[in-house]
Protein backbone atom coordinates (compact mmCIF):
# COMPACT_ATOMS: atom_id res chain seq x y z
CA UNK A 1 0.00 0.00 0.00
CA UNK A 2 1.34 3.37 -1.20
CA UNK A 3 1.50 5.52 2.42
CA UNK A 4 3.52 8.40 0.84
CA UNK A 5 2.79 11.84 1.86
CA UNK A 6 0.18 12.35 -1.16
CA UNK A 7 -1.40 9.20 -0.39
CA UNK A 8 -1.35 10.22 3.69
CA UNK A 9 -3.07 13.70 2.83
CA UNK A 10 -5.56 12.34 0.51
CA UNK A 11 -7.09 9.36 3.16
CA UNK A 12 -7.30 12.65 6.26
CA UNK A 13 -8.52 15.08 3.88
CA UNK A 14 -11.21 12.82 2.26
CA UNK A 15 -12.51 11.27 5.44
CA UNK A 16 -12.73 14.50 6.88
CA UNK A 17 -14.67 15.76 4.20
CA UNK A 18 -17.18 12.45 4.25
CA UNK A 19 -17.26 12.87 7.97
CA UNK A 20 -17.74 17.22 8.30
CA UNK A 21 -20.35 16.79 5.00
CA UNK A 22 -22.58 14.03 5.90
CA UNK A 23 -25.68 16.47 7.05
CA UNK A 24 -25.16 18.30 3.61
CA UNK A 25 -24.93 14.79 1.81
CA UNK A 26 -28.10 13.31 3.08
CA UNK A 27 -30.36 16.41 2.01
CA UNK A 28 -28.56 16.37 -1.69
CA UNK A 29 -29.88 12.42 -1.27
CA UNK A 30 -33.38 13.44 -0.42
CA UNK A 31 -33.91 16.59 -3.04
CA UNK A 32 -32.73 14.07 -5.97
CA UNK A 33 -34.93 11.67 -4.79
CA UNK A 34 -37.89 13.55 -4.04
CA UNK A 35 -37.04 15.00 -7.99
CA UNK A 36 -37.46 12.02 -10.23
CA UNK A 37 -37.16 8.97 -7.88
CA UNK A 38 -34.17 7.75 -9.94
CA UNK A 39 -30.98 7.03 -8.81
CA UNK A 40 -29.48 8.84 -6.14
CA UNK A 41 -25.45 8.43 -7.41
CA UNK A 42 -24.20 8.39 -11.31
CA UNK A 43 -21.70 5.58 -11.65
CA UNK A 44 -19.09 6.02 -14.84
CA UNK A 45 -16.55 4.17 -16.23
CA UNK A 46 -13.32 6.23 -16.13
CA UNK A 47 -9.87 5.18 -17.03
CA UNK A 48 -7.42 6.05 -13.83
CA UNK A 49 -3.68 5.46 -13.13
CA UNK A 50 -1.75 3.30 -15.56
CA UNK A 51 -4.95 2.94 -17.85
CA UNK A 52 -6.99 1.05 -15.18
CA UNK A 53 -10.78 1.38 -15.22
CA UNK A 54 -12.72 2.12 -12.31
CA UNK A 55 -15.83 3.25 -11.07
CA UNK A 56 -16.48 7.12 -10.68
CA UNK A 57 -18.59 8.20 -8.19
CA UNK A 58 -21.09 11.89 -8.38
CA UNK A 59 -24.67 12.64 -6.79
CA UNK A 60 -26.50 12.31 -10.07
CA UNK A 61 -27.46 15.94 -11.79
CA UNK A 62 -28.70 14.35 -15.26
CA UNK A 63 -32.49 12.62 -16.21
CA UNK A 64 -32.18 8.54 -15.87
CA UNK A 65 -30.65 6.98 -18.70
CA UNK A 66 -29.22 10.49 -20.27
CA UNK A 67 -26.38 8.51 -21.55
CA UNK A 68 -28.73 7.47 -24.17
CA UNK A 69 -30.50 11.01 -25.09
CA UNK A 70 -27.21 12.80 -25.49
CA UNK A 71 -23.21 12.96 -25.75
CA UNK A 72 -20.84 12.92 -22.98
CA UNK A 73 -20.05 16.61 -23.05
CA UNK A 74 -22.64 19.07 -20.74
CA UNK A 75 -23.65 22.58 -21.57
CA UNK A 76 -25.62 24.70 -19.30
CA UNK A 77 -28.63 24.35 -21.19
CA UNK A 78 -28.40 20.76 -21.73
CA UNK A 79 -32.21 19.70 -21.33
CA UNK A 80 -30.94 16.95 -19.35
CA UNK A 81 -29.84 18.29 -16.55
CA UNK A 82 -32.16 18.20 -13.58
CA UNK A 83 -33.36 21.39 -11.40
CA UNK A 84 -31.34 20.19 -8.46
CA UNK A 85 -28.68 19.46 -10.80
CA UNK A 86 -28.26 22.45 -11.84
CA UNK A 87 -27.37 23.71 -8.01
CA UNK A 88 -25.01 20.71 -7.98
CA UNK A 89 -23.17 21.37 -10.62
CA UNK A 90 -22.79 25.34 -10.32
CA UNK A 91 -21.09 24.59 -6.57
CA UNK A 92 -19.99 21.25 -7.58
CA UNK A 93 -21.56 19.56 -4.96
CA UNK A 94 -21.71 16.58 -7.68
CA UNK A 95 -18.29 16.19 -7.29
CA UNK A 96 -18.50 15.26 -3.33
CA UNK A 97 -19.06 11.48 -3.75
CA UNK A 98 -15.59 11.14 -5.22
CA UNK A 99 -13.74 11.57 -1.82
CA UNK A 100 -14.81 7.84 -1.88
CA UNK A 101 -13.12 7.13 -4.97
CA UNK A 102 -10.33 8.95 -3.04
CA UNK A 103 -10.50 6.90 -0.27
CA UNK A 104 -10.45 4.07 -2.49
CA UNK A 105 -7.20 5.18 -3.71
CA UNK A 106 -8.83 5.31 -7.43
CA UNK A 107 -8.34 8.87 -7.61
CA UNK A 108 -6.47 12.05 -5.91
CA UNK A 109 -7.32 15.04 -4.30
CA UNK A 110 -5.59 16.75 -6.80
CA UNK A 111 -4.67 15.14 -10.27
CA UNK A 112 -5.59 15.56 -13.71
CA UNK A 113 -9.48 15.27 -14.21
CA UNK A 114 -10.23 10.80 -15.43
CA UNK A 115 -11.51 11.15 -18.78
CA UNK A 116 -13.91 8.38 -20.53
CA UNK A 117 -12.22 5.42 -22.26
CA UNK A 118 -13.50 6.87 -25.57
CA UNK A 119 -11.23 9.73 -25.02
CA UNK A 120 -8.44 8.37 -23.58
CA UNK A 121 -8.22 6.02 -26.67
CA UNK A 122 -7.59 9.22 -28.92
CA UNK A 123 -4.64 10.37 -26.91
CA UNK A 124 -1.62 10.41 -28.36
CA UNK A 125 2.11 8.70 -27.19
CA UNK A 126 2.61 12.26 -25.27
CA UNK A 127 -0.69 12.67 -24.33
CA UNK A 128 -1.17 8.75 -21.78
CA UNK A 129 1.84 10.33 -20.08
CA UNK A 130 -1.24 11.77 -18.11
CA UNK A 131 -1.92 8.00 -16.94
CA UNK A 132 1.28 7.91 -14.97
CA UNK A 133 -0.88 9.41 -11.94
CA UNK A 134 -3.59 9.16 -10.52
CA UNK A 135 -6.45 11.29 -11.75
CA UNK A 136 -8.01 14.24 -9.35
CA UNK A 137 -11.07 15.92 -7.83
CA UNK A 138 -9.37 19.27 -9.37
CA UNK A 139 -6.83 20.54 -11.15
CA UNK A 140 -5.29 23.47 -13.37
CA UNK A 141 -7.88 22.49 -15.93
CA UNK A 142 -10.89 22.41 -12.97
CA UNK A 143 -9.74 26.16 -12.19
CA UNK A 144 -9.57 27.32 -15.89
CA UNK A 145 -12.73 26.27 -17.38
CA UNK A 146 -14.58 26.06 -13.84
CA UNK A 147 -17.48 27.60 -16.50
CA UNK A 148 -16.94 24.78 -18.77
CA UNK A 149 -20.56 24.46 -19.35
CA UNK A 150 -20.99 27.65 -20.22
CA UNK A 151 -18.65 27.86 -22.36
CA UNK A 152 -20.22 24.96 -24.05
CA UNK A 153 -23.97 26.77 -23.89
CA UNK A 154 -25.79 27.43 -27.00
CA UNK A 155 -23.74 24.90 -29.44
CA UNK A 156 -25.11 22.33 -31.20
CA UNK A 157 -22.54 19.88 -30.80
CA UNK A 158 -21.42 20.31 -26.99
CA UNK A 159 -19.11 17.59 -27.55
CA UNK A 160 -17.46 19.19 -30.67
CA UNK A 161 -17.17 22.03 -29.06
CA UNK A 162 -15.41 20.73 -26.11
CA UNK A 163 -12.74 19.14 -28.30
CA UNK A 164 -12.21 22.22 -30.17
CA UNK A 165 -12.26 25.16 -27.23
CA UNK A 166 -11.46 22.97 -24.12
CA UNK A 167 -9.74 19.83 -24.56
CA UNK A 168 -6.40 20.71 -25.70
CA UNK A 169 -5.19 23.66 -23.06
CA UNK A 170 -6.98 21.19 -20.78
CA UNK A 171 -4.20 18.17 -22.07
CA UNK A 172 -1.70 20.85 -21.64
CA UNK A 173 -2.13 21.25 -18.57
CA UNK A 174 -2.65 18.05 -17.23
CA UNK A 175 1.00 16.85 -18.76
CA UNK A 176 2.33 20.13 -16.77
CA UNK A 177 1.11 19.05 -13.84
CA UNK A 178 2.68 15.81 -14.66
CA UNK A 179 5.74 17.23 -15.01
CA UNK A 180 5.87 19.97 -12.34
CA UNK A 181 3.35 18.31 -9.09
CA UNK A 182 4.63 18.52 -5.43
CA UNK A 183 2.93 18.89 -2.56
CA UNK A 184 3.08 22.80 -2.28
CA UNK A 185 1.38 22.80 -5.96
CA UNK A 186 -0.97 20.03 -4.65
CA UNK A 187 -2.04 22.98 -1.63
CA UNK A 188 -2.02 26.25 -4.22
CA UNK A 189 -4.99 24.26 -6.63
CA UNK A 190 -7.03 23.24 -3.86
CA UNK A 191 -6.88 27.01 -2.65
CA UNK A 192 -7.60 28.23 -5.74
CA UNK A 193 -10.53 25.74 -6.54
CA UNK A 194 -11.92 26.66 -2.91
CA UNK A 195 -11.40 30.58 -3.82
CA UNK A 196 -13.57 30.28 -6.93
CA UNK A 197 -16.10 28.14 -5.33
CA UNK A 198 -16.61 31.31 -2.62
CA UNK A 199 -16.71 33.45 -5.53
CA UNK A 200 -19.21 31.49 -7.30
CA UNK A 201 -21.28 31.76 -4.47
CA UNK A 202 -20.80 35.39 -3.82
CA UNK A 203 -21.96 35.84 -7.44
CA UNK A 204 -24.78 34.59 -6.91
CA UNK A 205 -26.01 36.32 -4.10
CA UNK A 206 -25.13 39.67 -5.58
CA UNK A 207 -27.79 38.39 -8.88
CA UNK A 208 -30.16 37.02 -6.24
CA UNK A 209 -30.03 40.94 -4.50
CA UNK A 210 -30.32 42.68 -7.93
Known amino acids: MDMNPKRLFDIAIS ?3 LILLVP ?3 FICLFIKKEDDG ?6 IRVGKDGKLFNIYKFRTMVVDADKKGGPSTSDDDPRITKIGRILRKYKLDEVPQLINVLKDEMSIVGPRPEVPQEVATYTDEEKRILSVK ?12 NEGEILKGSSNPHQTYREKIRPEKLRLALQYVDDHSFLIDLNIIIQTILIIIKTRSTKGSANVD
Open 24 to 26: LMV
Open 39 to 44: PILYRG
Open 15 to 17: LLG
Open 135 to 146: PGMTDYASILFN
